[in-house]
């Protein structure tokens, strides 16, 4: 009860200093709309709406699946060969502190204004947490367990499969959470800039056009996106690592 | 029969190069309950790892059967301090796992395996986790899968010692009477002399620094033996005080 009445409290709290300040301050509407403006906007355009944001939606997934799909194995080979770690690691930092957003115009050269350039930049934002988390997962097998491998005659094969791997799916996850939550932002800033659908591209468009009631209903879908998939990587670690769970 | 033939160990530290083990000559004969104690450092984890094969000597050599140990062999398992469980995998699986990784037969293996577990009192939690047992039971689940290959030796380090003082003497009754119904060598490293005279037929006491053999008492108690109303005080209770002395600092002897 308690769990779910004070999130709601603290969410309807908010809601209303908003809807108040917007009131006592008098603030014009194309600066900053009411929540019943917002509502309204997202009543009447949800057919529109909703397919912009099923396009962020798919652009995000796409990007995360083949961070998942390039970034694991690349863990893999990191943990497994100190040659391949030392040679490639300082580059994958230089890259990583490398502001994403400074690539996001380069992209669209290179690609175009479709999905290409915003999977891309899900992917790149998504790679590094996967990456670390994966690596740190691989590498901090326990010594014990390491030991019962070698002593049970397990091949090199067998005790990444059957030791090290599910060891390391706790953190694993750790750096899947990580990335879904960046991943949203990713698709976003690669349509900002340049794009002709997805959510990032409605804020631009209201933008231009002051309907910031419009560019709102995006942000409260862009966040209500964000949950749900958060969550979603949730669901698949509590049905894939069950043992790791408290209690 | 297991040899251990001038075995010398050293390895880098910190400060330098050191001597882990020096000339450790000793023979286990089979069937025969040895266990090792000495003080933290001496060395008695490192000799159990060269004996299992999971570390090589820096000279000498381990002969275990007539053959010299270069890498862990099948009939040879190991129990570790911690119980090593695989979180992930239920009692049954975790004990079941030797049989996938040394290719055991799979109706076989899942016989024995039901057999142990009843032998340890572990029937009805066999679709439990290992996070839901006590630190008694896993090493009881450890246990199991350790036996399972049905080895010709098996080799424990401090397998008893995060547990409590009951659960451990729970824990050293039963692995004699398991080891009543096999035809097992075991290797068992302690700190603990009260384990060490309840479980052995012979107590290695090592020094430290570097590690050696320092004396090998014979424990002349008959069996089964426990810490309870039959025990045989009187010899136990010597046999405790000379190891006490062995182990004591001041090594004058």
């Known amino acids: 009860m308690r769990r779910v009445f004070l999130p709601l409290l603290g969410v309807a709290l908010t809601i209303a200093g908003w809807w108040l300040a917007v009131i006592v301050l008098e603030i014009e509407d194309y600066l900053v709309p009411t929540p019943p403006q917002v509502l309204n906007t997202l009543a009447e355009r949800w057919a529109v709406l909703l397919e912009h944001t099923w396009t962020t939606a798919w652009e995000t997934i796409r990007g995360f699946a083949l961070a998942i799909v390039l970034g694991v194995p690349f863990a893999v080979l990191l943990a497994g060969s100190r040659i391949f770690e030392q040679m490639v690691y300082p580059l994958l930092i230089t890259v990583n502190s490398l502001p994403k957003v400074a690539i996001a115009p380069i992209l669209v050269v290179w690609m175009g204004f479709g999905a290409g350039p915003k999977i891309v930049m899900v992917l790149l934002l998504c790679f590094f947490p996967i990456v670390l988390a994966t690596t740190a997962g691989l590498k901090s097998t326990p010594a014990e367990i390491v030991e019962l491998a070698r002593s049970l005659d397990a091949g090199r094969l067998k005790t990444f499969w059957a030791f090290r791997l599910p060891q390391a799916l706790p953190q694993v996850f750790v750096g899947l959470k990580t990335a879904i939550s960046l991943a949203v932002i990713g698709a976003v800033i690669a349509e900002f800039v340049g794009a002709d659908a997805g959510l990032g591209f409605i804020i631009v468009q209201s933008g231009a056009s002051s309907d910031t009631a419009l560019a709102f209903a995006a942000m409260v879908l862009l966040s209500l996106l964000s949950i749900v998939l958060f969550y979603a990587v949730q669901l698949a670690e509590r049905l894939l690592v069950p043992w790791a769970s408290e209690h | ?253």
């Open chain 2, 1 to 253: 029969m297991i040899s251990i033939e001038s075995v010398d160990h050293r390895f880098r530290g910190r400060a330098g190069e050191v001597q882990a083990l020096a000339g450790i000559d000793l023979t286990v004969e089979t069937g025969e309950f040895l266990t090792l104690v000495g003080r933290s450092g001496c060395g008695k984890s490192t000799l159990l790892r060269i004996v299992a094969g999971l570390l090589t000597p820096t000279s000498g050599r381990v002969v275990i059967d007539g053959e010299p140990v270069r890498r862990p062999r099948r009939d040879v398992s190991f129990m570790f301090q911690k119980s090593a469980l695989l979180p992930w995998r239920s009692v049954l699986a975790n004990v079941l796992l030797p049989a996938e990784t040394l290719r055991l037969d799979q109706a076989a293996a899942r016989r024995r395996a039901g057999e142990l577990l009843e032998l340890t009192g572990l029937t009805g939690f066999q679709k439990a986790l290992p996070k839901e047992l006590s630190g008694g039971m896993q090493q009881r689940v450890a246990l199991c899968r350790a036996l399972l290959s049905e080895p010709r030796v098996l080799l424990m380090d401090e397998p008893f010692s995060a547990l409590d003082a009951l659960t451990r003497e729970e824990l050293s009754i039963e692995l004699q009477r398991i080891r009543q119904e096999q035809d097992t060598t075991f290797v068992f490293v302690t700190h603990s002399i009260e384990e060490a005279v309840l479980l052995a037929d012979r107590v290695v006491v090592m020094r430290a620094r570097p590690g050696g053999i320092r004396r090998i008492v014979e424990v002349d108690v008959p069996r089964p033996r426990s810490l309870g109303h039959h025990a045989h005080a009187g010899r136990v209770t010597e046999l405790s005080a000379e190891l006490h002395e062995l182990l004591l600092p001041n090594e004058a002897a």
